[in-house]
């Protein structure tokens, strides 16, 4: 079983490829493409499963909400695979990749040598999903805080299981059970 | 300390042109030719004139005919506004270059002035014209000290020196220090890595050069004078350019130094010979970023060059990081590159009738709207968006 991630952005591929064979079982073969922004998903998505040909191989597109209305947004991108009778996991980062590191504060704090796992409990970080711009509210609570770079050091100590960002928990549980089907 | 805006007038292609709101790190944007290249030119210019004096920068750039944009009439000014620390009162050191009669270069004007708050009147530290004029005078460290000083007529030794060199008053007074700094240090970095790889003659170099010839002498010196640097350097090169897992510097029997790269996977080191130009660059930036003597500001000069996509992607953020401590401005002309940076950061350079604008991308309202809705710059400059001609 093979599975092609068509992802907005580069920090998304590295923060996937660190916690990707956590999740899937062995003998599982996945890509990782990164593309330069929305614009460039939304061209990308359609040439790719029209064109991608190699047998057993399912999709997943990972989108930020960013402002816009989750189930217009998931109904857009799912508009965009119609002429295509492969199989696709669309999965939306609420809001932005930032939200699934407030899902984990423990992993930021061990990240960046200091601690901010008491912020869990704030009522503007309870829900991670709910932040309106959690790139910018991390970048408050963590002024070094650069994508790239974080999500190689962010990810290697995110625990899989007890993240409180919902939209996290159901990407990890989409891409399972593509997986076992 | 940062540069808030500058303004330039009569400089070359820059006949009048205001950069305002800077950000820590500026991104200038422009085809071949636009002139960001003089861009930067402008703190060599200025760094000329205070190390030596008007005069001698002038005549390194052709005379003043040739520096003074085509077909001007006024004298050659520069403003600059920058502020020390966020806490501090923001200054403005304003020049202006002139040619008499004789054909003699000289300082037609140079004013320095501080502003406290928003509102309040602006104080003249000092006030010079063609060699002499008004300045704080007594032992001045603090900006009560300049205010409540009082202005005492001085003359300088010639008027083509500059006021800010000239007084020795202002030694300790933090707004006119680390402004001198700021010119005095000023680097532009625009490496060559083909020099790097060679074997170099055994130096002792402290600093990059502007092409980064002497990479493996400042290797050795960072590595033998501040080891835990040296290791974050090595920390960083292992996050960024996966393979490798140490650099080393070393002085061969017959009088030489060399670059050896250690990939985690192989016993012996590839000499800097065998190593990919991205990898030897990427490892220049990384002891630029991390000189012990930390610049005001930085120059970089498009990056892009020999360097793949990704890792321009992960440049833009070791820029981004340094910036919260010195200040750095970058040429490109690379999509990729822009694709890293955020629309505020950008500043595009276009070049009409013989002069050159600069102006804020994120002032364009079609870029800008574009921007929010999820194109990124890089994609923006390809589709031409970005230049001032969708106004």
Partial sequence: MNLVFLLEERSAKFLLEILLPKILPSGTTYQLIAHDGKQDLAKSIPRKLTAWNTPETKFVVLHDQDSNDCIALKANLRAMCKNSDKEVLIRIACRELESWYFGDLHAVSCAYGRDLTPLTLKSKYRNPDKIGNPKQELRKLVPEYEQIAGAKTIGPYMDLLNNTSTSFNVFLKGVQQLIAN | ?391
């Fill in chain 2, 1 to 391: 300390m940062k540069i808030e805006s500058l303004e330039i007038k009569n400089y070359k292609v820059f006949k009048s042109v205001k950069v305002n709101n800077i950000p820590n790190m500026a991104v200038f944007l422009g085809k071949n030719g636009s002139g960001k290249s003089t861009f930067f030119d402008v703190f060599g210019f200025l760094h000329d004139c205070l190390i030596s004096n008007v005069k001698i920068a002038i005549t390194k750039r052709g005379g003043f005919a040739e520096v003074r944009s085509r077909e001007a009439q006024g004298d050659i000014s520069f403003k600059i506004q920058f502020r020390p620390n966020d806490d501090e009162p923001l200054i403005t050191y304003e020049i202006s270059i002139d040619q008499n009669s004789k054909g003699q270069v000289y300082v037609r004007s140079e004013v320095l002035r501080m502003r406290r708050g928003q509102h309040g009147a602006p104080w003249k530290i000092l006030d010079f014209a063609n060699g002499e004029g008004t300045a704080a005078e007594g032992e001045l460290k603090t900006y009560e000290d300049v205010q409540l000083a009082t202005r005492k007529p001085q003359k300088l030794e010639s008027a083509d020196i500059l006021a800010i060199k000239g007084l020795g008053q202002f030694k300790d007074f933090v707004a006119v220090n680390q402004f001198r700094k700021l010119i005095e240090d000023w680097y532009v970095a625009d490496f060559k890595i083909d020099y790097a790889r060679d074997r170099q003659d055994v130096t002792f170099s402290e600093q990059l050069s502007k092409v980064g010839d002497n990479l493996a002498a400042v290797t050795k010196y960072l590595h033998d004078n501040y080891p835990e640097r040296f290791a974050d350097i090595l920390k960083k090169m292992r996050e960024r350019v996966p393979g490798v897992q140490d650099v080393q510097a070393k002085v061969t029997e017959d009088g030489y130094i060399v670059l050896k790269f250690q990939d985690g996977k192989f016993k012996n080191p590839f000499s800097a010979k065998f190593v990919s130009d991205g990898t030897i660059k990427m490892f220049t930036y990384l002891v630029l970023l991390n000189d012990p003597e930390q610049h005001v500001l930085l120059c970089i000069e498009e990056p892009e060059n020999q360097l793949y996509p990704e890792l321009l992607a992960e440049l833009a953020e070791e820029f981004r990081q340094y910036s919260r401590k010195g200040q750095v401005f970058v040429s490109t002309h690379s999509p990729d590159f822009l694709n890293a940076v955020e629309l505020d950061e950008i500043y595009v350079l276009t070049k009409r009738g013989g002069y050159t604008t600069i102006e804020k991308a994120s002032d364009n309202p079609i870029a800008k709207s574009l921007y929010l809705a999820g194109d990124k710059p890089g994609t923006l400059w390809r589709e031409g968006l970005l230049e001032g001609d969708t106004l």
